[in-house]
């Protein structure tokens, strides 16, 4: 059975694409900060799954932890690493707070790359592998109300595309994941406008299709492919007049 | 924000707070003047419906526990029987007792004790859940079972909400040998057919009538009725042998082979025509036989998504009586016509007769032996006295309406259809919610909330 590390578990998408992975047959190995709510969600799918679904620490906050986690992890060697990690804090709070601004970019962006590397040398090695990376929409252009988060999201994103770039004739894939306004604890009590608001379960629907093949860019409603390449397109002299 | 049901009707205005823990749950109750807990909101009206807070089970959906020896599923309250189909019918196990929509809440399942096509066998979903834990009132939580506070287990088994908010259950799954079921449908030219198939039917698991609503004279009750057995893997033969390498995985629905246009064979008028080409489209023998997966015989609407919404803004309710079965001859007839003469009514209407019902002390779930039908109405000015004198029938045969379907009843048709039934339940909901804070807009309309407790 395929196995795949999964990095955030506790997030509402993550856990989706955990089981729709699982669903599909692969072996999901899932890893957190808080080790306790990380157990809850391997129960939980172990039962869905009817197999056991093992629960890790992973915290991107530090990095020379990363090693030991990525040579230890338990079974036979992944197969594709997933990563969900991420942080969007209150932009305004930001604004005065150096730490939380670090910290945001830490979980989005440089706590990230040490296990990216590790993987990424590996599957390169036995020419074949899979990783995957949830970036945002934001990162695409720098906004006025998350900039920080944004700044962080577009380093992830150069980060994956260079990746991908190295890995191309490898054989393996390196999928970047846009996916739009979601549906979870990050954006609870926010009002999402319905229309271009996907479901977790949507979000993981459209990384297991493009698990083997098709696109390694993704935005999981459409509309969002156009409407970034609107926003990436405007003038500079208006996009900074404008207020979303 | 506004929140309405699967009727769209009636609407309120109120906080839908999604705890993720039932820590997070309890704190909430205690805060609370009054609310209500909630689950995927398929009750047709006012039900989980309150203001200003309604509490909902979205956020807990984790599956907690699998005996594969006993089939005992532990989970928590908001997930669905969809996610149970999805995680268990490929491994051989099925909800010992569905509703007409894959998509209602484990805690939702419980908290209206609903039943199935196999009430007559089976009896409802309570009879199958093995413990409830439960967060009162009062921010405690309290696990209840027909052992453990055997009362409260009654009460909140059909109790809507009014108990406490359901956390996490225990229920029992049923085996199964494939995805599949080995249905007959039979038709009847009359009421008086369709009943005799209902008696004959009673070794059948499964089994419930499609009534055409609009017939009259001679062919009033005309009908179609469709009963079901999962069927064993020998029983397959007809089908493609690559679907019968794979027993229990459902086929991909695009290869779905069914007989007749299915998503549109719904209690509303597009349903006219599935109708006719199922009772007219038959065998002379009046009886045929297929094998469809288990969807297509259990979920035939949910296929089309939304499909509440062809009533348009307004809303419909559904209207679901039972009355006694000695009953059940005269008084289908009357009512039936009475519905026909309004010509305000869908076209189609489900009917079952129901098996015996136990009611332990404290529990006031709808059933009882005998005939329920159950049918839509769009909202409109006709409708509400139209339904207060098909109340009125119902009452005087004996019978009551489920408070899950209903948006509309008074009070005195509440407590002359439970009589004692709701004294008993009373008695719990007044040692575990003494302030009577659990209170839903139904409740309310129902005289179900003290004055001075808001
Ligand atoms: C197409 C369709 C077909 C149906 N067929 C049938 C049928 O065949 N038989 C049948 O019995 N019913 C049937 N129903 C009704 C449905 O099964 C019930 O209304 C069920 O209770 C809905 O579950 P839900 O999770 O959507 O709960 P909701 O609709 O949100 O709530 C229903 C009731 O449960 C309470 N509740 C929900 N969650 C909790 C909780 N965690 N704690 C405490 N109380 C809670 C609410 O307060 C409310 O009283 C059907 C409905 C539809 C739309
Ligand atoms: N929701 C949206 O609208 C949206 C839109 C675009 C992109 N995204 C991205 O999608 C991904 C998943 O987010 P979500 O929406 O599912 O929200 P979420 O539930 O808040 O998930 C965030 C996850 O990141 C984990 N995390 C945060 N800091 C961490 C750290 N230092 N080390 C390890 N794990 C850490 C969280 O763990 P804890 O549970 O322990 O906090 C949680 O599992 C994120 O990368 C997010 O940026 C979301």
Redesign the pocket.
């Known amino acids: 059975m395929r196995a795949i590390v999964i990095?955030?578990?506790?997030?509402?998408?993550?856990r989706a694409t955990a089981l729709a992975f699982g669903q599909a047959g692969w072996q999901p190995i899932l890893a957190?900060?808080?080790i306790e709510?990380v157990g809850r969600v391997a129960g939980d799918l172990s039962v869905r799954l009817g197999r056991p679904v093992p629960a890790l620490v992973?915290?991107?906050?530090q990095p020379e932890t990363h090693r030991a986690f990525w040579e230890n992890l338990p079974g036979p060697r992944p197969d594709a690493l997933f990563c969900?990690?991420?942080?969007?804090g209150d932009h305004e709070a930001t604004r005065h707070d150096p730490d939380l601004a670090q910290r945001i970019v830490?979980?989005?962006f440089t706590?990230l790359l040490g296990v990216f590397a590790l993987a990424a040398d590996e599957f390169e090695q036995r020419g074949k592998g899979l990783l995957i990376g949830?970036?945002?929409?934001?990162g695409d252009r720098g906004r006025a109300h998350n900039y920080i988060y944004g700044a962080a999201?577009a380093g992830f994103t150069a980060f994956l595309s260079g990746l991908r770039q190295r890995l191309s004739r490898s054989g393996v894939r390196v999928v970047t994941v846009?996916?739009?306004?979601?549906n979870?604890?990050?954006?609870e009590g926010k009002a999402l406008p319905k229309a271009l608001t996907a479901s977790?379960q949507e979000v993981a629907k459209a990384i297991v299709a493009v698990a083997e093949k098709g696109a390694e860019v993704i935005y999981v409603k459409p509309v969002w492919r156009l409407i970034m390449l609107i926003i990436r397109h405007m003038p500079e002299s208006i996009f900074k007049k404008m207020r979303f | 924000m506004r929140i309405t049901n699967w009727g769209k009707y009636p609407v309120a205005e109120s906080t839908l707070a999604a705890p993720r823990s039932q820590a997070d749950t309890a704190q909430l109750l205690r805060g609370a003047d009054t609310a209500i807990g909630r689950g995927m909101g398929r009750c047709y009206g006012d039900s989980s419906l309150a203001e200003p807070l309604i509490i909902s089970s979205r956020r807990l959906d984790r599956m907690l526990d699998f005996n594969p020896a006993t089939g005992r599923l532990a989970a928590e309250a908001g997930v669905t029987l969809s996610e149970i189909l999805d995680a268990f019918a490929p491994r051989g196990w099925f909800p010992p007792v569905t509703p007409g929509t894959r998509f209602v809440s484990l805690g939702g399942a419980i908290a209206s004790d609903v039943h199935g096509k196999n009430h007559h066998v089976s009896g409802c979903f309570g009879q199958h859940t093995a413990w409830v834990d439960l967060v009162t009132a009062g921010g405690e939580t309290v696990r209840c079972s027909p052992e453990l506070e055997p009362e409260l287990f009654a009460a909140t088994h059909g109790g809507h909400g009014l108990t406490g908010f359901i956390a996490q259950a225990a229920v029992d799954l049923v085996p199964i040998q494939s995805a599949y079921i080995r249905q007959e449908t039979v038709k009847a030219a009359n009421l008086g057919e369709i009943m005799d198939a209902f008696e004959q039917s009673g070794g059948w698991t499964y089994s419930v009538a499609w009534i055409d609503c609009a017939a009259a004279g001679s062919g009033l009750g005309r009908s179609v009725l469709m009963r079901g057995e999962h069927a064993r893997p020998d029983e397959l033969g007809k089908l493609p042998a690559k679907l019968r390498a794979a027993p229990l995985t459902l086929p991909p629905a695009h290869t779905l082979s069914i007989p007749v246009d299915f998503p549109s064979f719904v209690l509303n008028p597009w349903s006219v025509k599935a109708f006719n080409m199922l009772y007219y489209g038959k065998a002379h023998s009046g009886v045929s036989e297929s094998i469809v997966p288990y969807t297509t015989f259990f979920y035939p609407l949910d296929a089309v998504n939304e499909w509440n919404r062809i009533y348009g803004k307004r809303g419909f309710t559904q209207y679901q009586f039972v009355i006694p079965k000695e009953a059940g001859r005269a008084g289908l007839e009357k009512i039936l016509a009475r519905i026909a003469a309004s010509g305000l009514g869908s076209f189609l209407a489900v009917l079952k007769l129901f098996g015996r019902q136990d009611h332990p002390k404290g529990n006031m779930s709808f059933p009882m032996e005998g005939y329920t039908l159950a049918l839509d109405f769009p909202i409109g000015e006709k409708l509400f006295p139209l339904l207060d004198t098909l109340d009125a029938m119902v009452l005087d045969y004996g019978g009551r309406l489920y408070l899950t379907k209903d948006a509309r009843m008074s009070a005195e048709t509440f407590r002359r259809g439970y009589g004692a039934l709701l004294d008993d339940f009373l008695a719990v909901k007044q040692r575990w919610d003494p302030q009577w804070r659990l209170q839903s807009l139904q409740s309310r309309r129902l005289g179900l909330a003290r004055q001075g407790g808001m």
């Open positions: 990095l955030g578990a506790t997030s509402d998408i993550a957190g900060r808080d709510a992973f915290d991107a906050a969900a990690v991420g942080l969007l830490t979980a989005n706590g949830i970036s945002s929409v934001a999201k846009k996916p739009g306004f979601v979870t604890a990050m954006t977790p």
